[in-house]
C-alpha cells in the first residue's frame, strides 16, 4: 500500500548524543500492520532534488495502534537518508509505503522470550504488546553499550509492561557485563533444569512424561546484529526451543523487484534456497537461516 503519513509526533528519544528519533505517522497502514513488519518512507531533501536520495528508507514498525489509526516508528540517524528524516516536523506528510514483509507469528501458550541487541529491541515492542493482548507471558533479554543507550532507547517503556527483564551492557554500567547472550544461555539452562529434561536434544519420545518439555514452554523472538542472532539460534537448537529471527538488510526497492536483500536459506530437504528479507521476510526461523553465507 502507498499511502501518506501524517506526522503526529517527531521527537528525540532519549539523550540528545544517542541519535534516536520517535516518529508517530497517522494513516491507514496501522489498520493492517503487524509485528515485525515493516514501512518504507520516502526522504527528500526539498533543497536539492524532489528525487533525492531516491530511494526509501526501510523502518520497522515499533509500535501499531489501529484504534489510534497511528505507527511508531523508532530509528538511529546514521546516515543521509535518516538526517533527512529527522528533519520531518509534526503537521507533514510523508509518502509511506507498507505494510512490508512478513512478521513474527506468536505461540498459542506458554512463554515468549525477545532477544534484542542494542537497536534491534525496535520492532520486539509491538511483538510484546501482541504477545501480552493474547495472554502470553513475556520476558525481555536485552543488551546494549552502556546505560546511557538503555535508558534512551525507551527501557522505562519496557518497564511499564510489568515484564521480568535481563539487561547487560558491555561496559557494566547498567545490568550485568557482557554479551546478552551469556544471559539467554544462563536462563535456558536453569528452564531446562527445572522442566526435568536429561539430555539437550533427544526430547522426541517424550509423549508419556507427565512433565512438558521446554520446547512446548518456551517461544524465542530476536533481533539485533548478525552474530548475535546466530548465538542466540545455536542455543536455541541446543535446546531444541523454538526461534524466530527479524534479519535486517539493506533494500533497495522493498517490495523484491531489485533483489538486493536476497539471503540465503536451507529448506527441510537439506538444500540451499534464496529468498527476499523485504518480502519473504524479514522474519524466518533461526534454523531454516544460513548465518555463515551472506545475507
Same mark, same amino acid.
Given at each position: 500500500m502507498l499511502t501518506e503519513? +501524517?506526522?503526529?509526533?517527531?521527537?528525540?528519544?532519549?539523550? *540528545? =548524543?544517542?541519535?534516536?528519533?520517535?516518529?508517530?505517522?497517522?494513516?491507514?497502514? *496501522?489498520?493492517? @500492520?503487524?509485528?515485525?513488519?515493516?514501512?518504507?518512507?520516502?526522504?527528500?531533501?526539498?533543497?536539492?532534488? !524532489?528525487?533525492?536520495?531516491?530511494?526509501?528508507?526501510?523502518?520497522?514498525?515499533?509500535?501499531?495502534?489501529?484504534?489510534?489509526?497511528?505507527? $511508531?516508528?523508532?530509528?538511529?540517524?546514521?546516515?543521509?537518508?535518516? &538526517?533527512?528524516?529527522?528533519?520531518?516536523?509534526?503537521?507533514?506528510?510523508? !509518502?509511506?509505503?507498507?505494510?512490508?514483509?512478513?512478521?513474527?507469528?506468536?505461540?498459542?501458550?506458554?512463554?515468549?522470550?525477545?532477544?534484542?541487541?542494542?537497536?534491534?529491541?525496535?520492532?520486539?515492542? #509491538?511483538?510484546?504488546? !501482541? *504477545?501480552?493482548?493474547?495472554?502470553?507471558?513475556?520476558?525481555?533479554?536485552?543488551?546494549?553499550?552502556?546505560?546511557?543507550?538503555? %535508558?534512551?532507547?525507551?527501557?522505562?517503556?519496557?518497564? @511499564?509492561?510489568?515484564?521480568p527483564i535481563h539487561l547487560?551492557?558491555?561496559?557494566?554500567? +547498567?545490568?550485568?557485563?557482557?554479551?546478552?547472550?551469556?544471559?539467554?544461555?544462563?536462563?535456558?539452562?536453569? !528452564?531446562?533444569?527445572?522442566?526435568?529434561?536429561?539430555?539437550?536434544?533427544?526430547? &522426541?519420545?517424550? #509423549?508419556?512424561?507427565?512433565?512438558?518439555?521446554?520446547?512446548?514452554?518456551?517461544?524465542?523472538?530476536?533481533?539485533?546484529?548478525?552474530?548475535?542472532?546466530?548465538? /542466540? $539460534?545455536?542455543?536455541?537448537?541446543?535446546? @531444541?526451543?523454538?526461534?524466530?529471527?527479524?534479519?535486517?538488510? %539493506?533494500?533497495?526497492? #522493498?517490495?523484491?523487484?531489485?533483489?538486493?536483500?536476497?539471503?540465503?536459506? /536451507?529448506?527441510?530437504?537439506?538444500?540451499?534456497?534464496?529468498?527476499?528479507?523485504?518480502? =519473504?521476510?524479514?522474519?524466518? %526461523?533461526g534454523e531454516e537461516v544460513?548465518? =555463515?553465507?551472506?545475507?
Amino acid at each position: 500500500m502507498l499511502t501518506e503519513g +501524517l506526522v503526529v509526533v517527531h521527537e528525540c528519544l532519549g539523550e *540528545a =548524543d544517542q541519535m534516536l528519533r520517535r516518529l508517530v505517522l497517522s494513516g491507514p497502514i *496501522a489498520k493492517t @500492520a503487524k509485528a515485525g513488519q515493516f514501512v518504507a518512507v520516502q526522504v527528500q531533501d526539498s533543497s536539492i532534488s !524532489s528525487f533525492d536520495p531516491l530511494l526509501r528508507r526501510p523502518i520497522s514498525l515499533a509500535e501499531v495502534s489501529p484504534d489510534q489509526n497511528e505507527i $511508531t516508528l523508532l530509528y538511529r540517524i546514521q546516515g543521509r537518508g535518516t &538526517e533527512i528524516l529527522a528533519r520531518a516536523r509534526c503537521g507533514e506528510r510523508l !509518502s509511506v509505503m507498507g505494510p512490508l514483509g512478513n512478521g513474527f507469528s506468536l505461540p498459542e501458550v506458554g512463554e515468549l522470550w525477545l532477544v534484542a541487541g542494542g537497536i534491534g529491541i525496535f520492532p520486539l515492542y #509491538a511483538l510484546a504488546q !501482541s *504477545a501480552l493482548a493474547q495472554g502470553l507471558s513475556v520476558r525481555l533479554f536485552w543488551g546494549g553499550e552502556n546505560q546511557s543507550f538503555l %535508558r534512551s532507547a525507551g527501557l522505562n517503556d519496557w518497564q @511499564a509492561l510489568g515484564i521480568p527483564i535481563h539487561l547487560c551492557t558491555l561496559d557494566g554500567t +547498567l545490568g550485568d557485563k557482557g554479551f546478552v547472550t551469556e544471559q539467554l544461555q544462563g536462563r535456558l539452562f536453569q !528452564s531446562f533444569q527445572l522442566f526435568g529434561q536429561t539430555k539437550l536434544i533427544n526430547i &522426541e519420545n517424550q #509423549a508419556n512424561n507427565a512433565q512438558h518439555s521446554i520446547s512446548e514452554q518456551i517461544t524465542v523472538a530476536t533481533c539485533g546484529p548478525k552474530k548475535m542472532m546466530q548465538v /542466540v $539460534t545455536e542455543l536455541c537448537m541446543n535446546f @531444541a526451543v523454538p526461534v524466530q529471527v527479524s534479519l535486517e538488510e %539493506r533494500m533497495g526497492c #522493498a517490495v523484491g523487484a531489485c533483489l538486493g536483500c536476497v539471503c540465503t536459506l /536451507v529448506d527441510e530437504t537439506g538444500t540451499l534456497i534464496h529468498k527476499k528479507v523485504c518480502q =519473504d521476510g524479514p522474519v524466518f %526461523r533461526g534454523e531454516e537461516v544460513v548465518w =555463515d553465507e551472506s545475507c
